[in-house]
C-alpha cells in the first residue's frame, strides 16, 4: 500500500535512542528515535540512498542493503520479512486467491469434533467452519459479506463485548492483517477492507497507524460467549501448503478444562433440534 515502506521505516528509527547504538543525541530532537543521516551511517549507505528508500524510489535495493538496515532498526524476523516484502512487493496473478476450501479440508475440518476450527483468507475473511466453530462464532447465522473477523471485532456492536482482553486482541489482529497487507500489495479486497475500517474505527485507524507487523499463528484468546460463558482457548494457525492464502484455524482447549466442557455443552445446544 502507498507509503508503507517509508511510514515503517520512520516507526521503527523512532523507537531507537541514539545512545543504545553508540551515537551522540546532541540534545533535544525535533522528532524521536534516529534521523535518517545516523540509520544510513550505521547501515553502511548514502544518506541520498535511504531517503530514496524511504520515499519508496528503491525498486532493486538489495537483500544486503535491507539487512543492514533490519539490524540498525533492531527487527526481528517477522518485521524482518515485512521489510522485504514492502520494499520489494511482488506483483501476483490476480486469480491467485482461492474463494473457497478444498472438500478435503472441508472434510478435516468436520472431522475435528472436539474443536472448534475454521479457515480464513489474508484479509480474515472466513471462508469454511466445523460444527463447533459455528456454535463458537455463528458463522451460519451471518450474510456472506459479515464474516470477516476483523470486522466484526471493530465494526460490530458486540465485538467489543466478546472478548474481555480486548485492546490486546485488537492489536495483535491489527498486526496480523498490516503483514498480510504487506505480502498481498495487489490485494484490491484487502485494501478496501483497510479503508473502510480505517474510515469507521478510530481504534483501528490509531493501531494502524503503529505499523505492528505480528505473524499471531498462535496463544490463547479469551471468548465471553452470551450462552457458553467464559472461554480461554489456545489456538493454532496453520498455512494450508496447497492453498497458502489460506490458514486453518484451531482452537485447542485442555482436555477435562472447564471451557472443554463449555464446549461441549454449546455444541449439543447448537445440535439439538427444534421443535
Not at 18 to 25: D, M, N, R, T
Not at 81 to 94: D, F, G
Not at 180 to 194: E, K, W, Y
Request: charged letters at 25%; proline letters at 7%; aromatic letters at 6%.
Amino acid at each position: 500500500m502507498d507509503g508503507d515502506l517509508g511510514n515503517f521505516l520512520r516507526s521503527r528509527r523512532a523507537r531507537i535512542q541514539p545512545e543504545e547504538v553508540g551515537l551522540p543525541s546532541y540534545g533535544r530532537r525535533r522528532v524521536p528515535g534516529l534521523r535518517r543521516e545516523e540509520v544510513a551511517q550505521l547501515a553502511g549507505v548514502s544518506v541520498d540512498y535511504y531517503i530514496r528508500l524511504e520515499q519508496g524510489r528503491g525498486p532493486s535495493v538489495s537483500d544486503a542493503v535491507l539487512d543492514a538496515i533490519a539490524r540498525v532498526l533492531r527487527l526481528d524476523d517477522t518485521e524482518h520479512a515485512y521489510l522485504r516484502a514492502v520494499a520489494r512487493p511482488q506483483k501476483k496473478p490476480k486469480s491467485r486467491r482461492a474463494p473457497r476450501v478444498r472438500p478435503g479440508v472441508q472434510l478435516l475440518l468436520d472431522s475435528m469434533d472436539r474443536t472448534p476450527a475454521f479457515v480464513v483468507d489474508p484479509g480474515m475473511e472466513t471462508l469454511a467452519w466445523n460444527a463447533l466453530g459455528d456454535a463458537l462464532h455463528g458463522f451460519s447465522r451471518m450474510a456472506p459479506d459479515q464474516r470477516n473477523l476483523v470486522r466484526q471485532l471493530f465494526l460490530d456492536a458486540g465485538g467489543r463485548d466478546l472478548y474481555p482482553d480486548f485492546a490486546a486482541i485488537a492489536a495483535q489482529t491489527v498486526a496480523r492483517l498490516r503483514l498480510s497487507a504487506g505480502a498481498h500489495p495487489d490485494d484490491r479486497a484487502l485494501r478496501d477492507l483497510v479503508g473502510e475500517l480505517s474510515l469507521k474505527s478510530e481504534d483501528f485507524r490509531r493501531l494502524w497507524a503503529d505499523h505492528q507487523v505480528k505473524a499471531c499463528m498462535y496463544g490463547v484468546k479469551r471468548i465471553q460467549h452470551p450462552i457458553a460463558g467464559l472461554l480461554t482457548l489456545p489456538y493454532e494457525s496453520l498455512t494450508l501448503p496447497e492453498t497458502p492464502d489460506q490458514t486453518l484455524v484451531v482452537y485447542t482447549p485442555e482436555p477435562g478444562s472447564e471451557t472443554t466442557e463449555r464446549l461441549q455443552l454449546l455444541g449439543s445446544w447448537e445440535s439439538a433440534p427444534t421443535r
